[in-house]
């Protein structure tokens, strides 16, 4: 079981609506600071949040001329990181500023989100797991809506307990979501996908309150795939309704969480209000838990993981260490998921 944090993959560095033109902004991600800025053209750039000159963080300056000017003594950095300008320099004094350079990082921006790959300067990122896309929509489309939090723990706690299908009755008690005492048996298929595995379509569970509100006769999918992403995918005859749900590991105890939900379903939005009412508290209750949690794991106790609840969650653990070892070991990934039904009560 790894439980280290997986390299070369793509992580959720920043929702694009986070990211204004020519404003520098940091976010740390495996415990690197990374420096993210759009420029005036639109581009994201992304790169170790460190002067190299004497350290300081390079988003603490302005970004000029589609440049990081950094605030100590004004070097200046382009999208790749190189170096274009040092101020203090004569004009016969001989130091060639491009030799200088930070670290970058690739980016890529679709569907309302900037991801960075955080990996090895020489890995083809081709290889690595595909970003998860929203087939319904195109690569433009804005999020309904976004929520950010942060949990205060480690990814892979965050991880299992989003995608837990024991906790609901439990934590997510509420009156108008469900409690114990509505419990039932549930049966779910699950198939393999890319470096994933997927609770293929089906009709939602009749105790799920949430579900009803969208009218009609819905469908849904989910689908988890490396590193951290879980998409669910609601269909409503014609219509589409997505819940997307980013990790992104920002050191050993602190993990942020990307909620975005899209849809197409034009009354909807008048329940946008209390849609992010609703992801809030729910993002909230499962914080509680994994923040109580730490109580517990500040002892290192051993867990468990039990039949067929937490299958998902070993699923998870052997999809991470099969890319690690297949990283490490330069072979083929193996993928550790079959075809199956699970069964548990919730
Ligand atoms: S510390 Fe950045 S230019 Fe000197
Ligand atoms: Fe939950």
């Not at 000159?53 to 603490?60: A, D, E, M, T, V």
């Not at 988890?224 to 050993?252: K, M, Q, W």
């Not at 994994?290 to 290192?300: A, E, I, M, N």
Request: charged share 25%; net charge positive.
């Amino acid at each position: 079981m790894y439980s280290g944090f997986l390299k070369n993959v793509w992580y959720v560095g920043i929702p694009s609506a986070e990211l204004a033109v020519n404003k520098a902004t940091a976010r740390k991600i495996l415990g690197e600071p990374i420096v993210f800025y759009r420029d005036s053209k639109g581009k994201v750039s992304a790169m170790r949040d460190i002067c190299p000159h004497r350290g300081i963080p390079l988003s603490y300056g302005r970004v000029v001329n589609d440049q990081i000017e950094c605030p100590y003594h004004g070097w200046k950095f382009d999208g790749t990181g190189m170096c274009t300008e040092i101020p203090s320099l004569c004009p016969d004094q001989e130091l060639n500023p491009n030799k200088i350079k930070v670290r970058s990082y690739p980016v890529h921006e679709a569907q309302g989100l900037i991801w960075v790959f955080v990996g090895d300067k020489d890995y083809d990122v081709s290889k690595a797991p595909a970003i998860p896309v929203m087939k319904a929509f195109p690569a433009d489309v804005k999020p309904n809506l976004t929520y950010v939090v942060n949990f205060p723990c480690h990814v892979d706690h965050a991880v299992i307990g989003l995608m837990d299908p024991a906790h609901g009755p439990y934590v997510h008690k509420s009156w108008f979501w469900r409690s114990e005492k509505t419990m039932l048996e549930k049966k779910k298929k699950f198939a393999p996908v890319n470096y994933g595995f997927q609770m293929v379509r089906h009709q939602p569970s009749k105790n799920s309150k949430a579900y009803k509100i969208l009218g009609g006769t819905p469908t849904t999918e989910i689908t988890f795939t490396l590193p951290c992403v879980r998409v669910e995918h609601i269909e409503v005859g014609p219509r589409n309704f997505y819940s997307y749900t980013a990790l992104t590991p920002v050191d050993e105890n602190n993990t942020r969480v990307t909620q975005l939900a899209y849809w197409d379903i034009p009354w909807l939005t008048l329940l946008k209000p209390a849609i992010h009412q609703f992801s809030k508290k729910f993002l909230g209750q499962d914080m509680d838990a994994v923040t109580k949690q730490q109580d517990g794991l500040r002892y290192d106790p051993s867990l468990m993981l039990i039949k067929d609840a937490d299958t998902q969650a070993k699923w998870y653990y052997a999809l991470k260490t099969e890319y690690h070892d297949h990283l490490e070991g330069k072979r083929e990934f193996n993928h550790p998921v079959k075809e199956t039904e699970l069964r548990w009560r919730s």
